[in-house]
């Protein structure tokens, strides 16, 4: 299931690309859903461990993936810590609920992102809510978002 944070926390890792480059592991790039997000997210194709064919980019390494694939990947093959979602635009929220459909996520937003129409299953942490619909999400956000700055 995935739970979102809305505002600060102690144990977030708010710069998930510096993170990323630190720890990730060229092993996760095999993996065919790692390649799907690559591929989704930022048009590219993985060559190798230790390459990834991008249109706009060319060839690159996967420390020049976006900030918003390599925060995916952190929460594919490292679900156990808490991560700035805000690093990604809505064009993840999608791979966002695929992984939390695989194991238990937790995510810290700043922002309202969009997960789109369909029916999804999000535990809101700051109020302790489960919502099923954007139109629900979308009002307790508001309001944990107002909370946060407060």
Not at 48 to 72: F, R
Request: aromatic share 10%.
């Amino acid at each position: 299931m995935l739970s979102i944070h809305y505002g600060d926390r102690d144990d977030v890792i708010y710069d998930t690309s510096t993170f990323f480059d630190y720890s990730y592991s060229p092993s996760w790039l095999q993996d065919p859903l790692s390649q799907r997000i690559i591929k989704s997210i930022d048009n590219g194709t993985v060559l190798g461990a230790n390459a990834i064919d991008t249109k706009v980019l060319g060839v690159i390494p996967p420390e020049k993936l976006s900030t918003g694939t390599k925060t995916l990947l952190l929460m594919l093959f490292m679900p156990q810590n808490l991560y700035n979602a805000s690093t990604c635009g809505d064009n993840c929220a999608y791979w966002i609920l695929r992984i939390a459909s695989k194991h238990d996520i937790t995510i810290n937003l700043y922002h309202m992102m969009d997960f789109g129409k369909a029916r999804f299953t999000v535990r809101v942490i700051n109020s302790g809510q489960i919502v099923h619909t954007m139109d629900e999400l979308v009002l307790i956000s508001a309001k944990c978002l107002r909370e946060a700055r407060a």
